[in-house]
């Protein structure tokens, strides 16, 4: 049996070989901690009970799938980028997997077949492990690579939410800095390339990094395997597989230890350098340059004094036993001490740096390290030890490969690695718009440019008027896209992370429900999506327990396009009169207004509208949005859902609301297999005079087509003609909300300060 879903050099095709476009979203942000106890990034309480968590009901317990995944049907979406962690998985300890864990999203995900949604598999991380601030590695793996996680926010090898004294003051964005703190840094030193910088660090006769990279892949594998097993889930409805999320170089690279990086992008908070981190995380006081932001970016704004006071955020061999988690530690690893030091970096007796760049070079044959050596050496090598363990269970599985975002992917073009069943991930985030959490349709920067070199001066990368923004944004992504075809070979590319901050402006949409501002982000990010000719994307994100005060529950982020908390988008947005008598009119019949004609040469060349076929006495009387619908009129929106031939292009004009669709047919349309499109009734509503389509030909029809009982979409479909052909669909015009302007300055140094944030804000 045909799969749901295949690769077709840079497109995907269904069994039909129509083009499928993938319009989806992250499931979910609150994956990121455990559900069992709920222990989200602001609470302290069981935070250390690691090994004893349960993640079972995430993303959301199995009672809620079918409210969630119908609503997320209604809204439009077809893929699912499914959220895991290794620690989700493996936190028992090592080898230990939670079946439990398991049996839920196996039980999730048939749920999610039900829905027809294609998902593939996202085995999620930022900075490294809930023990350093972020998300995905269990606690043990700290333990195994000699760190006391409950010593890190002491010395300032991270700074974690969880243990922050009072979790409301955490500083916005400060978990992101621990990238380029101790603890992440290391962990990912060790993780990508510990054989060549850590050769002492040897776990039950495995180095380090063979050591945390077997274990990484075994869960995964086993994940994969389990799924399989399931029997009624693989190529259906689990399509792939994504390599880890937002892989980081860690120190390697490192120009010089004693200094901060020109190339370090995110500095907030306090911001050490590698050496003084070291020094802080073996008990020493340190002063400390601390970072803010204001109106022209990142500023240093001051010194501050961190003293450990002698605390190490190493084990104590004295207290710590290794036989906890029932692994051997080679002798050459000596617990208490600073493993950059056992390996000559530095000198603890004198505190002294003897190595600045130890990392610079590549230990053995002395070549340069940078982020492209990185990628196209320890990256592509994890990659494919990562795809091979999940081909092991499934050799024509899709694996994604996701490498650092903002970076030029590797070079396998020709090669072996330059397979038909990759996918290119990207992601992208505006900068600007994450950090500051104000939508500015004034100014904003074209921060791809700049990290390629293509500008003499940051401030010729301004680009101003929200015109120039969208296009911006547009080209950014298309840029991306190419990249990968240069690099890596035609395959289809998929943005598998994109978003925008809802708390903006000081959470001012939740005080007032004008959610403008928010709409106004959303529709610029589509339209560069929809204009970059990518595969598809999947948004980031869903969270089921988003609330308006903590967010995403986790690090103050608050990207949800869903909260409780707030209005549901109607299903249609007109109110209608009729015989004096007003009333919401939520969805018509698909009969009310369906079109029927016979596929001749001459219906083949008509253009038709619903104009013709509204009643008269039937018309739009208050176009008015109500407020407080979390802007999901920018996010729910028209696109094409399966094509007979090749898209072209597509978009939708949210201020106009048309929707258009150029596409390429090799022949008519058979009867059974048109083109369909995602029409949502809330811009479109059927018998609406305000609603119409054009074709170049062809016969349409609007109809709602159930998924599964109570659940369905308003879709258009289209039997056209071969050739080019193109279609246009108007719907519901509103009156435009007010774009809350920033208020900042223009001008170079603004550039010089914010361009800088780019690598570093795809931090989702």
């Not at 998300?135 to 890190?152: E, I, R, V």
């Not at 947005?573 to 007003?582: M, N, P, Q």
Request: some cysteine; charged content about 25%.
């Amino acid at each position: 049996m045909a799969p749901r879903l295949r690769i077709d050099g840079a497109t995907f095709r269904d069994p039909q070989n129509r083009e499928i476009y993938l319009h989806g979203l992250n499931v979910a942000g609150d994956t990121k901690f455990p559900a069992h106890p709920d222990v989200p990034s602001h609470i302290k309480e069981r935070f250390f009970e690691g090994d004893t968590v349960s993640f079972v009901d995430r993303p959301f317990s199995l009672a809620e799938a079918h409210t969630h995944f119908t609503r997320l049907k209604k809204w439009g979406y077809n893929t699912l980028r499914y959220v895991f962690t290794w620690e989700c998985l493996e936190h028992a300890g090592p080898g230990k997997y939670d079946e439990e864990f398991i049996d839920h999203t196996i039980a999730v995900l048939r749920v999610a077949k039900e829905y027809g949604f294609y998902v593939f598999m996202d085995p999620h991380q930022d900075v490294w492990s809930r023990f350093t601030g972020g998300s995905g590695a269990p606690m043990w793996t700290l333990y195994a690579c000699g760190f006391d996680p409950k010593k890190l926010f002491v010395t300032q090898a991270a700074l974690v939410q969880n243990t922050w004294p009072d979790p409301t003051t955490f500083p916005k964005m400060a978990w992101a800095t621990n990238y380029q703190r101790l603890a992440c840094q290391t962990m990912f030193t060790m993780f990508y390339s510990g054989k060549d910088f850590a050769p002492k660090c040897v776990i039950d006769g495995k180095n380090i990094q063979d050591y945390l990279e077997d274990h990484f892949f075994g869960a995964c594998r086993h994940l994969a395997q389990r799924i399989r097993d399931a029997g009624d889930l693989e190529d259906d409805c689990v399509i792939g597989y994504e390599s880890m999320n937002e892989p980081n170089k860690g120190f390697v690279g490192h120009p010089d230890l004693t200094k901060v990086p020109k190339d370090q992008n995110l500095r907030k908070y306090t911001t050490p350098t590698a050496w003084q981190a070291m020094l802080t995380g073996s008990g020493r006081a340190q002063d400390i340059d601390t970072y803010d932001f204001g109106s022209f970016g990142p500023y240093k704004s001051g010194t501050v004094h961190v003293d450990p006071k002698g605390v190490s955020c190493w084990l104590d061999p004295e207290t710590w036993d290794d036989s906890t988690y029932g692994w051997n530690r080679a002798e050459s690893w000596k617990l208490g001490t600073d493993i950059w030091a056992q390996h000559g970096v530095w000198d603890p007796k004198a505190d002294a740096m003897l190595l600045p760049q130890y990392f610079a070079k590549h230990p053995t044959t002395g070549e340069t390290l940078d982020q492209e050596y990185w990628t196209n050496h320890y990256f592509l090598a994890h990659y494919r030890q990562y795809r091979d363990a999940i081909r092991s269970v499934n050799p024509e599985t899709i694996m994604l490969c996701q490498p650092s975002p903002f970076e030029i992917p590797p070079t396998i073009k020709g090669t072996p690695d330059d397979e038909k069943n990759m996918i290119f991930a990207s992601h992208f985030y505006d900068g600007i718009t994450l950090i500051t959490k104000k939508w500015n349709k004034i100014w904003n920067v074209d921060v791809l440019g700049i990290l390629r070199g293509r500008y003499s001066s940051p401030a010729f990368a301004i680009k101003l008027g929200e015109t120039a923004i969208r296009n911006c944004f547009k080209d950014q992504l298309s840029e991306v896209r190419r990249e990968g075809d240069e690099h890596m070979g035609v395959h289809p590319c998929l943005y598998t992370e994109i978003g925008i901050p809802y708390d903006m402006d000081e959470q001012k949409a939740y005080k007032t429900g004008d959610y403008s501002s928010q709409a106004a982000a959303i529709d610029a990010n589509h339209f560069a999506l929809e204009g970059s000719k990518a595969g598809g994307f999947t948004w980031w994100v869903y969270t089921a327990s988003n609330s308006h005060f903590w967010g995403d529950n986790w690090n103050g982020e608050d990207l949800s396009i869903y909260s409780a908390e707030d209005k549901p988008l109607p299903e249609a947005a007109t109110r209608y009169e009729d015989g004096g008598k007003s009333s919401m009119d939520p969805s018509s019949t698909a009969s009310s207004s369906r079109v029927s004609m016979p596929v001749t040469s001459s219906s083949l060349q008509k253009t038709m509208s619903v104009d013709e076929l509204a009643p008269q006495s039937t018309r739009s009387t208050n176009a008015d949005e109500a407020l407080g619908y979390r802007a999901a009129e920018a996010f729910v929106r028209p696109h094409p859902e399966v094509v007979h031939g090749t898209i072209a292009s597509h978009g939708f004009d949210l201020k106009n609301c048309t929707f258009t669709l150029i596409l390429t047919s090799p022949s008519a349309t058979p009867q059974e297999y048109p083109t369909i499109v995602f029409l949502p009734s809330f811009h479109f509503p059927q018998n609406n005079p305000q609603t119409s389509v054009e074709v170049s030909g062809g016969k349409w029809e609007i109809r709602t087509e159930e998924i599964v009982e109570g659940a369905g979409q308003q879709v258009l479909r289209w039997w056209h003609g071969e050739g080019e052909q193109k279609i246009t669909v108007k719907g519901v015009k509103r009156k435009a909300g007010t774009v809350v302007e920033s208020g900042e300055e223009q001008g170079e140094g603004v550039m010089e300060a914010y361009w800088q944030m780019g690598r570093n804000c795809a931090v989702m």
